[in-house]
C-alpha cells in the first residue's frame, strides 16, 4: 500500500465525525441556520487557550472606499481621529527588524468571563505571550500561563491578510481607495464585509511591519469603513494615550465590540479587546522593540507547528 | 434571507449530504468544539446564497468553510498563528483510534506533522475530502496548475518520510 492509500485508509468516517459532533448537534445546528432566533449571533464568545477560532459567515463583494464621515463610513468623530492618526504613521518612523534581526513583543492577554458560554469558564485568567518575529516572518514565541511555560517555532505567513508576512505587506498598494478595493475584493469571512475589512486592516497593522504608507491607506480605509466608531478610552492597560476605534455592528453582532486601540504618538496598535455580554477579552501590548536574536532557551524548547524545528538563530 | 420552503429543502440537502465533510476539515484546521460554531457560519451563508451554490457544492462549502476559519481566528490566535498547533489537536481527534489502527494513525500523524501546511492541506483535500484537484485548487485558493505540483510534491514528501518509519508491521513484529 503507497502512502497515499494508507492515508486514504485513514479517513474520517462518519462514524469518527460522529463521535466528535453528535446527531443531536447537528439537528441544533441545521435548526439554527433554518429558524435563527431572533436577533442571534452564533459566534460564541472567544476564549483563551487553544480552542479560540471564533467563526463568521462568508461576505464578499467589491465596494468603493467610502468617505469618512458620510453615511455608510465611519463616524465624524472617529474619522476625525483617523484622520489624525494618518498624519502621525507617516510621520513616525519606521524602525522595523533587519534581516538579522528580530522584532520583540510581549502581549498580556486577560480574558474574564461570567461562565455563562459553556467554553468559557467563569474568572479571569491571565496568558503572557512573548515573541520574536524575523524579517521573513518566522515567529519564535514563549507563553506563560498560570506558572506554565511553552515554546511555539511558527513558519512565516503568506499572502494573505489573515497571516500577512512582511514581503506580502510591503507588496500591497498603499493607495487608499486601491488598498480598499483590493480589501474588499479579496478579504472573506466575518459577519459582512465591513467586519472583514476592519478585521483585516488589524491583522496588517497588528506586528509592526506594515511600511509608513501602507499604515497611512489603512487607516484612511478605515474612515470609509461602516459601523466604525470613536470608543471611550483615551488610555491603554499600560496608561499610555491611545484612541480606540470600534467596530459595532448592532445587525449582525448585537451588543459586541471589537477593538482597536491606536496610539496617538506612534498610530501604532497597542491593545484590542472585544467586550461582549458576559465576555470581555483585553490583549496588550506591553513590550515591542528589535531584539539581535531569539533567546537560546526559547530555540532550544520551541515546536514547530509543522514540524518545522527551531533551527534559526 | 430565503423563505422560499424549496430553498429550505436544498439546504437541508446539503446539511445532510456535506455538514460532516465540512465539519472534518474545519476540525482539522481549528479543534473539534470550534469546528462545530463553522459549520454553522458555513451553512448560515449557504443559507444566504443557496441559489448561488453550485453543484458538486462540497468544494464551495470548503471554500466556505476555509473563509470563515482563516478570518475570523480570534485577535490572539491571529496575531500568532497558533491554529497551526490547534489544528493538530482536530487532526488527531479525527482519525480513529481503534488498537489495530493506533499504530498506523500515529505513523500517519507524525508524518502529516512533518509536511508543511501546503503540502498537507494538498493531501488532506484530495485524499480525505475527496476533491478533485481543481476543486481542492479552489478551495487551496490557488491555480489548478500550482495545485498539481503541490500535490505532487506532498505525495513524494509523504512517500519519503513514511519510508524512513519503520511500518507498524516492523514495529510489532
Known sequence: MNAVDRLEALRPTDADVDRLWSRAERHAALDGVLHPAPRRSIRRPLMLGVAAASVAVVALGVSLVLPGGAPGGASPAAAAELDRLAGIAAAAPFDTARADQFLHMVVVDTQTSDGSAAENPAGTSVRTLESWTGADGSIWRMDTDAGRVQYFRFPTGGDDTAAPSPAYLASLPTDPAALGAYLRANVSGSTSADEAVFTAVGDMLRGGFAPPALRVAALTVLKGTPHVALGPATVDGQGRPVVELDFVDQGNRPDQVQALYFSTETAEIVQESQRAPGFAFTGVVRTSDIADAVPADVLAHAVGSNATGASKG | ?173
Open chain 2, 1 to 173: 434571507m430565503t423563505t422560499n420552503p424549496a430553498d429550505a429543502d436544498r439546504l437541508s440537502a446539503l446539511f445532510a449530504a456535506h455538514s460532516r465533510r465540512v465539519y472534518a476539515y474545519a476540525a482539522r484546521h481549528t479543534d473539534p468544539e470550534t469546528a462545530k460554531d463553522v459549520v454553522a457560519e458555513v451553512f448560515l451563508a449557504a443559507w444566504r446564497r443557496v441559489a448561488d451554490i453550485p453543484e458538486p457544492a462540497l468544494p464551495w462549502l470548503l471554500v466556505a468553510a476555509r473563509n470563515v476559519v482563516s478570518n475570523s481566528r480570534r485577535s490572539s490566535l491571529r496575531r500568532d498563528r497558533l491554529a497551526g498547533v490547534v489544528a493538530g489537536s482536530g487532526l488527531a481527534a479525527l482519525m480513529p483510534g481503534a488498537d489495530e489502527t493506533a499504530l498506523e494513525r500515529s505513523h500517519m500523524l507524525a508524518a502529516l506533522d512533518a509536511l508543511n501546511d501546503t503540502e498537507r492541506e494538498a493531501l488532506l483535500l484530495t485524499a480525505w475530502d475527496g476533491l478533485a484537484a481543481k476543486d481542492a485548487a479552489a478551495v487551496a485558493g490557488c491555480s489548478a496548475r500550482a495545485f498539481e505540483v503541490r500535490l505532487s510534491r506532498a505525495r513524494a514528501h509523504l512517500d519519503r518520510v513514511l519510508a524512513a518509519e519503520p511500518t507498524p508491521c516492523e514495529v510489532t513484529r
